[in-house]
């Protein structure tokens, strides 16, 4: 059984930095693995929207416009963990942070849709204050 829990929220003052981890439990990879492992978040009644997808084995990286340049996303094999640096955060960044991860192919391209995810963290949460 694969499980997902996600720390390092709180509360920031714009322009602040956070760092979120997703420590994943029930399966274990290595850089050879592939994976598309993802953060979305959901501010109080909006949608859940994708932030940034990374795929296991290359690295390779997809980021919602919103965050590019702001958030990086990176994993660390070590730990088994998933990580979101968020720097320059926005009043707009306020949310519920969820990590997501799902088995996939050598070479696919992760994307930024909450429907290819299998498995997802209870959340946690983002808030900046202006």
């Known amino acids: 059984q694969v499980q997902l829990q996600e720390s390092g929220g709180g509360s920031v003052q714009a322009g602040g930095s956070l760092r979120l981890s997703c420590g994943t439990s029930?399966?274990?990879?290595?850089?050879?693995?592939?994976?598309?492992m993802a953060w979305f978040r959901q501010a109080p009644g909006k949608e859940r929207e994708g932030v940034a997808t990374?795929?296991?084995?290359?690295?390779?990286?997809v980021y919602a416009d919103s965050v590019q340049g702001r958030f990086i996303i990176s994993q660390d094999n070590a730990k088994n963990a998933l990580l979101l640096q968020m720097n320059s955060l926005k009043p707009e960044d306020t949310a519920e942070y969820y990590c997501?991860?799902?088995?996939?192919?050598?070479?696919?391209?992760?994307?930024?849709?909450?429907?290819?995810?299998?498995?997802w963290g209870p959340g946690t949460q983002v808030t900046v204050s202006s």
């Open positions: 997501a991860v799902v088995k996939t192919m050598f070479g696919a391209l992760c994307r930024l849709d909450s429907d290819d995810y299998m498995y």
């Open positions: 029930g399966y274990s990879y290595n850089k050879y693995d592939n994976y598309c």
């Open positions: 990374i795929h296991t084995n290359g690295g390779s990286t």
